[in-house]
């Protein structure tokens, strides 16, 4: 079963321009996670965020969660030829039980 | 250098056939899952193991069987009775589940011919 489901599912922009994704779930969680899938690789950890946190950055990097909404937004500014990839979003399983539980992810492309 | 680590990256297997997909990691997890992952349909869970010995059944399991005889070890069986097994296999590790990050092998991409 999938928790978390990313909006939207394709995204195209230019270089220099900023990336905003965002992810819903359905149930109460722990925290949530979002992740980068280069085409035809594993997936890479890019940031953690916790149920009692409201945001929280990483370099290039701002996520937002609103739990009264049960929603995540990633945001990538000043987006990178090399920020070309798949983004999906974790969450824990619904149930309670710590089983990273992912999205249908949000294709990103990166025009230069 | 600690990770986690798939092989082989590309595997064939013709109709009627089990093959085994290896997954070892060396980050001293107690957690480890196995997900496929069609285009365009997301990661789905086929099997999880929280501890050496111990395995549960994810959403997709039919089909697919697994071992957990050592901690670093969670290798994933293809069985001839997956119907569709043509598919990008993922395996990952973590601490304590969800409460923390997991960390992902490269993929098998395996393909019935």
């Known amino acids: 079963s999938q928790q978390g489901e990313e909006d939207p599912q394709a995204l195209s922009i230019q270089e220099g321009e900023n990336a905003t994704m965002n992810c819903s779930y359905k149930?109460?969680?722990?925290?949530l996670q979002w992740y980068r899938q280069n085409s035809g690789r594993g997936l890479v950890h890019l940031i953690l965020i916790r149920s009692n946190e409201r945001e929280k950055h990483s370099g290039r990097l701002r996520v937002t969660l609103d739990t009264s909404k049960k929603s995540s937004s990633l945001l990538i500014t000043a987006s990178r030829a090399a920020d070309t990839a798949s983004y999906f979003c974790?969450?824990?399983?619904?149930?309670?039980?710590?089983?990273?539980?992912f999205g249908r992810g949000t294709s990103l492309i990166v025009h230069p | 250098d600690g990770g986690i680590t798939q092989s082989p990256k590309y595997l064939f297997r013709k109709e009627g056939q089990n093959v085994t997909l290896s997954c070892e990691q060396n980050l001293n997890h107690d957690a480890m899952y196995w997900y496929r992952q069609d285009p365009g349909q997301g990661l789905r869970l086929i099997y999880y193991?929280?501890?050496?010995?111990?395995?549960q059944k994810g959403d997709i399991a039919e089909g697919y069987s697994v071992s957990r005889e050592k901690k670093e070890s969670f290798p994933l069986t293809v069985t001839s009775a997956q119907k569709n097994p043509t598919a990008f296999y993922l395996c990952?590790?973590?601490?304590?589940?969800?409460?923390?990050?997991?960390?992902f092998g490269q993929g098998t991409r395996l393909t019935v011919v």
């Open positions: 149930t109460s969680i722990n925290n």
């Open positions: 193991s929280q501890i050496v010995n111990d395995f």
């Open positions: 974790a969450t824990d399983r619904s149930g309670g039980s710590y089983i990273p539980t």
């Open positions: 990952a590790s973590s601490i304590q589940g969800a409460r923390t990050e997991a960390f």
